[in-house]
Structures are given as structure tokens and as C-alpha cells.
């Protein structure tokens, strides 16, 4: 008989500071079961849009704004838990950074902080 290891995932902020980043970066949480819990809790995880970089795409097109550029940094770490910078550049102006230990998140946290950014522009 043989025994099965199930391993879980490493969440997106488990190595945030081994990291190089350079901004806070916000806890996101994509599922769905604490979404209306009711708790204001400031501890509690945010909740990105459903797809950041989409949604910013559509509000830097409707203010005028170049679209946004997505480069990966940084990538530090063993090859089996690395931690990944990933910046989103407007312009010559605008950066915002997320790191992740999966690119796709740190793309997303990027994206997500660039549109709380362009609130307060």
C-alpha cells in the first residue's frame, strides 16, 4: 500500500520577506468563501478585482494612459520555492511592484496596486 503526500500550495505571502521587493504587499484572497463575511477586520485578506490587469487596461485606456508594461525583476530563491518581483511601469512615471512565489500572482498584485494607485492621481 502506498501513501499518498499531499503537499499545499505556498500562499502568495508566505516568502514575501525573503523577497526583494520594495513596497508593501497586500495579502489577496481569489476564493470566494470570505468574501461577504461580514468582518471588518483590518488583518482580514483583500480582494483584488476579478482580473486586475484587465481591469486596469480598461482604466488607463479610458483616462488616456499608455498601456502597461509588465517586467519581472527579480526572481530569487532555490528553483523549488523561488520568489518572483514583478513591476508594472505606465509611462515614465507610474511603478508599482508585487512579489510572489508564482509570477502570475506577482503580475497580478502589481496590476492590482497600480489601479489603487491611479485613484489617487
Do not use: W
Not at 480582494?47 to 484587465?54: F, R, V
Amino acid at each position: 500500500m502506498q501513501k499518498t503526500v499531499v503537499h499545499k500550495p505556498k500562499s502568495v505571502h508566505q516568502r514575501e520577506d525573503k523577497g526583494n521587493c520594495s513596497q508593501a504587499t497586500p495579502r489577496f484572497n481569489s476564493g470566494p468563501a470570505n468574501q461577504n463575511s461580514g468582518n471588518s477586520n483590518p488583518s482580514e485578506e483583500l480582494h483584488p478585482p476579478p482580473n486586475p490587469m484587465s481591469e486596469l487596461d480598461k482604466e488607463v485606456l479610458s483616462i488616456g494612459l499608455p498601456k502597461p508594461e509588465y517586467v519581472c525583476v527579480n526572481a530569487d530563491g532555490p528553483s523549488n520555492g523561488m520568489t518572483f518581483t514583478m513591476t508594472c511601469k505606465i509611462g515614465e512615471d507610474l511603478f508599482t511592484s508585487g512579489c510572489s512565489s508564482r509570477k502570475k500572482d506577482a503580475k497580478k498584485i502589481a496590476a492590482a496596486l497600480m489601479l489603487d494607485k491611479l485613484k489617487y492621481l
